[in-house]
């Protein structure tokens, strides 16, 4: 199902978001599946070996796998697996992934087709990018502000991530599943319709919950909608769509890729990362399709990154959101 229907174009202009069955193709996901199954294979023996887990866990598949790992550990490891790096404090040796079947799924044509049907046809990787692998809320360690690890997500919207410089960028977010994600998972959810009210106020802090939030009183609440989806099914948001997550409250894991694209020659609101070009004719043959490429780009962003925005100095900024705005009273 490569191009949106003019049905699926209208839904996503009108509400912000849409969420198109069937565009992955299961062999591009199984594939992801596999590459990380080795990620997680290599933490475990490192951990086994120093002594932090009882057993290496390996007749279990990648999901129970995890979650013993985690409870052993009280820890989600999530940088271990995540194609980006932290905004602080990155070290020489910082874990990150960047291998080819996800760099293949990043790139895959019945994706950039939907792509380019709602950002037109020169089409730019925004290194906005992120896998999360949630396991059960019951499981989740906990941060300095009491709220669950890699629990729900608050009330955002993708544009209120990139700092000012961004503001005026067609980032599109793209957010799909390894595997069916059903109610209980913790999807998506989302504000129809918010996306035509601009950038709101994120609240940095907000109710002492650390990370940043848009208050209830600053949207529509009431229209929230959830958004389970099948494996392979596609949720496109508009940069300034308002949405979370609900929690996982099921046993298993959720476990999901959140990336974004924009038209070439946007900036990106975070240039200190690398993104890529994905299609394009004015700039044909240099889409990237090579991993190893991708992995040079992000070790040379952790070498860079490992000099500045150490112990709590901001050399460059990925935020711009302070406590003490008056609609975060
Ligand atoms: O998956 C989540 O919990 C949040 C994802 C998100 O905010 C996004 O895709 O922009
Ligand atoms: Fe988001």
Redesign the pocket.
């Known amino acids: 199902m490569p191009q949106l229907t003019q049905d699926q174009l209208d839904h996503c202009r009108e509400e912000g978001y849409v969420v198109v069955p069937s565009v992955i193709p299961h062999n591009v996901l199984d594939n992801v599946i596999t590459e990380y199954e080795g990620v997680l294979d290599t933490l475990a023996r490192e951990l086994y070996e120093r002594g932090e887990i009882s057993s290496m866990f390996e007749d279990l598949e990648f999901g129970k796998r995890f979650i013993k790992i985690v409870i052993e550990t009280g820890d989600v490891h999530k940088q271990y697996f995540d194609f980006s790096l932290p905004f602080q404090n990155v070290r020489p040796d910082t874990p990150f992934w960047s291998g080819q079947a996800v760099l293949d799924a990043f790139t895959c044509d019945e994706l950039i087709d939907a792509v380019e049907s709602i950002i037109g046809p020169e089409v730019y990787s925004n290194p906005v990018q992120h896998v999360r692998i949630k396991p059960p809320e019951s499981i989740l360690p906990t941060n300095q502000f009491g709220q669950p690890i890699l629990g729900a997500?608050q009330w955002?919207q993708?544009n209120g991530?990139v700092i000012e410089e961004a503001d005026d960028t067609d980032m599109l977010?793209v957010w799909f599943s390894l595997d069916d994600t059903n109610l209980e998972q913790g999807p998506l959810k989302v504000v129809p319709g918010s996306h035509r009210r601009g950038l709101r106020t994120h609240c940095a802090n907000y109710l002492g919950k650390g990370g940043s939030e848009i208050p209830e009183k600053l949207f529509d609440v009431d229209k929230t909608v959830s958004l389970p989806v099948k494996r392979g099914d596609v949720v496109f948001?508009h940069r300034h769509t308002v949405?979370g997550s609900l929690a996982n409250v099921s046993d298993r894991i959720r476990w999901s890729f959140?990336l974004r694209y924009n038209p070439i020659g946007q900036t990106t609101g975070r240039e200190t990362f690398p993104g890529f070009v994905v299609r394009s004719k004015k700039l044909a043959g240099h889409e990237l399709r090579d991993a190893k490429r991708w992995t040079e780009m992000w070790l040379e962003t952790r070498e860079r990154m490992s000099k500045i925005n150490q112990g709590g100095q901001t050399d460059i900024a990925f935020g711009r959101w302070k406590e003490g705005h008056v609609d975060c009273a």
């Open positions: 997500t955002h993708d991530v977010t948001l949405h959140d």
